[in-house]
T-cell receptor
């Protein structure tokens, strides 16, 4: 089965600073999804990457998928308190809709 | 668009009773719905996948007789936790997908506490 490892597990960043979260897969990724979760709430879809080398941005968040399609990074520029939460990467499976989720990264933004 | 609701958002029940959680896709037809379980400070663990009108497919280690899933329509799936025990206390999240490109839309979750 596919395993996704996220690093770091938790991150405390001063407001205004940049940060990067990584997601590494044990197998080739056929689709990589990034979600954000506030504690005790559902998941908010951020971005999906499918092609090796693909990069997508939305507001101050940029996600990349490496050429080998086994690693993805999520970069936040000029972090704000609204960015705080748990970030989860999810790997799609070829031929079905199931998602395998990473271990999660808890992001805290301090003033 | 692509909104999924869950009801109830929180439920407390006594050990031995059954609890039903509803998952509804409000503005799309969810041909497939997924049920996840999340323990504190942990990631989401897929419990089962259900397609409208057919039996759910359970992940390894998930008791199908304990976690009954019904996907009677393209907008509604239910998860019933039967004979609940304190160890079933958890955060349950559902999601729906309307097919390719298989993006899943998540509900807000239901926190179950079994006393």
């Amino acid at each position: 089965s596919q395993e996704l490892e996220q690093s770091p597990q938790s991150l405390i960043v001063q407001e205004g600073k940049n940060l990067t979260i990584n997601c590494t897969s044990s197998k080739t990724l056929y689709g990589l999804y990034w979600y954000k979760q506030k504690y005790g709430e559902g998941l908010i879809f951020l971005m999906m990457l499918q092609k090796g080398g693909e990069e997508k941005s939305h507001e101050k968040i940029t996600a990349k998928l490496d050429e080998k399609k086994q690693q993805s990074s999520l970069h936040i520029t000029a972090s704000q308190p609204s960015h705080a939460g748990i970030y989860l990467c999810g790997a799609g499976n070829l031929g079905n809709e199931k998602l395998t989720f990473g271990t999660g990264t808890r992001l805290t933004i301090i003033p | 668009g692509a909104v999924v609701s869950q009801h109830p958002s929180r439920v407390i029940c006594k050990s031995g009773t059954s609890v039903k959680i509803e998952c509804r896709s409000l503005d799309f037809q969810a041909t497939t719905m997924f049920w996840y379980r999340q323990f504190p400070k942990q990631s989401l663990m897929l419990m089962a996948t259900s397609n409208e009108g057919s039996k759910a497919t359970y992940e390894q280690g998930v008791e199908k007789d304990k976690f009954l899933i019904n996907h009677a329509s393209l907008t509604l799936s239910t998860l019933t936790v039967t004979s609940a025990h304190p160890e079933d206390s958890s955060f349950y999240i559902c999601s729906g997908s309307e097919g390719a490109p298989y993006e899943q839309y998540f509900g807000p979750g239901t926190r179950l506490t079994v006393t």
